[in-house]
């Protein structure tokens, strides 16, 4: 069974709309990286079980992403704020190399905080 990394993604998203114990076993299995015979182990079920958990979490998880797309918007939101930060960088560098309008260049530098401070 290979991994497909994205479920890790949409677990954080998604995590709370699955059952506790399917949480617990794709939280074992991506986040914590832990085998089905680990995990069987741990839950004190069969590697079969533990595998039919992952199989149900999985498809539920792609469900949810397909019809909300919240892990898709995201993306492109951060995209768009990377893009944003750079034109303000860029803006502001300009205003202060070739002594443009302060204003613009006060904007400009207030735009690069408030994305910046949305990393924090």
Same mark, same amino acid.
């Given at each position: =069974?290979?991994?497909d990394?994205k479920?890790?993604?949409? %677990? #954080?998203y998604?995590?709370d =709309?699955?059952t506790?114990k399917?949480?617990d076993? %794709? #939280?074992?299995?991506?986040n914590e990286? =832990?085998?089905?015979a680990?995990?069987?182990e741990?839950?004190?079920i069969?590697?079969?079980?533990?595998? #039919?958990?992952?199989?149900?979490?999985e498809?539920l998880l792609?469900e949810?992403?397909e019809?909300?797309a919240?892990a898709?918007?995201?993306?492109?939101?951060? #995209?768009i704020?990377e893009?944003?930060?750079?034109?303000?960088e860029?803006?502001?560098t300009?205003?202060?190399?070739?002594?443009?309008?302060?204003s613009?260049s006060?904007?400009?530098?207030?735009?690069?905080?408030?994305?910046?401070?949305l990393d924090?």
């Amino acid at each position: =069974m290979a991994k497909d990394y994205k479920f890790a993604l949409l %677990l #954080d998203y998604y995590g709370d =709309m699955l059952t506790p114990k399917q949480r617990d076993v %794709l #939280d074992l299995y991506y986040n914590e990286d =832990m085998s089905l015979a680990e995990i069987a182990e741990h839950e004190r079920i069969t590697r079969q079980g533990v595998h #039919d958990s992952i199989h149900r979490g999985e498809q539920l998880l792609a469900e949810l992403e397909e019809k909300l797309a919240f892990a898709e918007k995201m993306r492109k939101y951060e #995209d768009i704020l990377e893009d944003i930060k750079a034109l303000s960088e860029n803006i502001y560098t300009e205003c202060r190399t070739y002594n443009y309008s302060k204003s613009i260049s006060q904007n400009a530098s207030m735009i690069i905080e408030a994305i910046k401070s949305l990393d924090e």
